[in-house]
């Protein structure tokens, strides 16, 4: 995700009037350093902080591949009420977007994160969209949040801390972690087996098993008071950690998703969980074994069935790498123009984004070409016209396929930008 940010305020206005005047007044305080990184929740009800901290030794907030959809950007603005202290305000790309099977175009989900590098300071933010409708305010106090974080009071079904499940090393900059959902606590042990079974998979798939190295991934044990998930078809309402649901989005049977009731709730939950190992992921591993798969934002929801880690692997191609689907059937309408730029998706033939690995100078490249070529075959994204992708077959076209070279190299562009050298 990226930021553009601007300071401004007293204190800065402060130091340049010194400069001109000269020695003779007193120097105003210095203004704080130390930005602090708060992170917001943006939900249906407004938002909420969720957790602040001084990135004082913190990286930059690190790349992600879902940011910058075309157009749908929200503006932040912080004042601080501490005299002289710094105000700052910006835009950022809008982190609430779902992504699924079935939906025409990425749609605004029911919540997202926001990281910002505020001032350290006492304050007021607020969020806006572009148009300047205001989707919430909170009040910022650095030095309350630390000891008052306690937000989403999960503390009944949350049982103990993070466990590391595959530890690279307190260094290694990408994490992820693995959630139940659906269990009970006399199941958490069965979640045990099916987190290190999906964890062991992935880091054996194609393209990550070269990464793998250099990922933590922590497993946080919660427990739900029912065993399963809530099936609206059957009737089934069931009480569980987080309230997900089959028909997350109607219709759509394998969509998993938390309840519209629950919405709020859930996701402020995840993302309060995740902020404890800073996890770039969040995989929900869902107690059914009906091949089923969602991501919204920064979470992954996966049913425990044989396709699941070849589902986890295509999402994080979404939510890390940034790839578009290059389905053409099954996937809801064609939409074009593309939302934003995808590594592995052309609009045009003579705009190709992977032009420097083509392989072929026949383009567009018939279907019938060897299997290895890199081109431009038409079909991507739903729309079977008018869209080109790189290889005849992709784990973004069919689960059981690999990446695609062009894919392959997003995937190892997103490790490379967090000191992961493919090996
Ligand atoms: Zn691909």
């Known amino acids: 995700m990226r930021t553009r940010r601007v300071f401004s305020g007293l204190a800065g206005l402060g130091a340049i009037a010194l400069l001109h005047c000269g020695g003779g007044e007193p120097e105003a305080p210095a203004p704080p350093d130390v930005p602090t990184r708060v992170d917001v929740f943006l939900g249906k009800d407004g938002i909420r902080i969720l957790g602040a901290e001084a990135t004082k030794d913190a990286e930059p907030i690190p790349p992600r591949g879902y940011g910058t959809v ?19 305000g910006g835009s950022i790309d809008d982190p609430r977007f779902v992504e ?226 290059e389905y053409t059937d099954n996937a809801g309408p064609c939409v074009k123009p593309l939302d934003r730029p995808r590594p592995n998706v052309a609009e045009a033939l003579d705009a190709i984004p992977w032009a420097d690995m083509l392989t072929t100078r026949t383009l567009p490249t018939p279907a019938n070409a060897p299997r290895e070529t890199i081109g431009a075959f038409e079909g991507a994204k739903a729309c079977p016209k008018g869209l080109w992708r790189p290889q005849v077959d992709c784990k973004m076209r069919s689960l059981g396929a690999p990446f695609c070279k062009v894919c392959a190299r997003a995937l190892e562009t997103f490790f490379r930008q967090r000191g992961i050298t493919p090996r």
């Open 70 to 88: 075309r157009g749908r950007t929200l503006v932040y603005e912080f004042r601080a009420t501490t005299p002289r202290a710094t105000s700052a």
């Open 100 to 325: 699924a099977d079935g939906l025409d175009a990425p749609r605004l989900g029911p919540s997202g994160v926001l990281h910002l590098d505020l001032p350290a300071a006492e304050g007021n933010l607020v969020i806006r969209t572009e148009d300047g409708a205001e989707i919430g305010h909170a009040h910022v106090d650095p030095a309350a949040l630390d000891s008052a974080d306690e937000i989403v009071n999960l503390s009944r079904d949350v049982i103990g801390a993070p466990r590391r499940l595959a530890f690279a090393g307190a260094a290694a900059r990408v994490n992820f972690l693995v959630v139940p959902e659906g269990y009970t606590q006399a199941e958490l042990p069965r979640f045990h087996d099916d987190a290190k079974k999906i964890v062991d998979g992935l880091a054996h798939t194609d393209g990550f098993d070269r990464v793998f190295y250099g990922v933590n991934v922590w497993m946080q044990d919660i427990r739900s008071k029912e065993s399963g998930i809530s099936d609206p078809e059957a009737g089934v309402v069931k009480d569980t950690a987080f309230g997900i649901t089959f028909d997350a989005m109607p219709g759509i049977r394998r969509a998993i998703a938390p309840a519209a009731n629950v919405q709020d709730a859930s996701y402020a939950a995840l993302a309060k969980i995740a902020r404890k190992v800073r996890a770039d992921a969040v995989i929900v591993v869902v107690n059914t074994k009906e091949h089923a798969g969602m991501r919204v934002s920064e979470n992954v929801f996966v049913s425990v069935a044989d396709t699941s880690v070849l589902t986890i692997g295509h999402e994080l191609g979404h939510l890390l790498f940034g790839l578009a689907d």
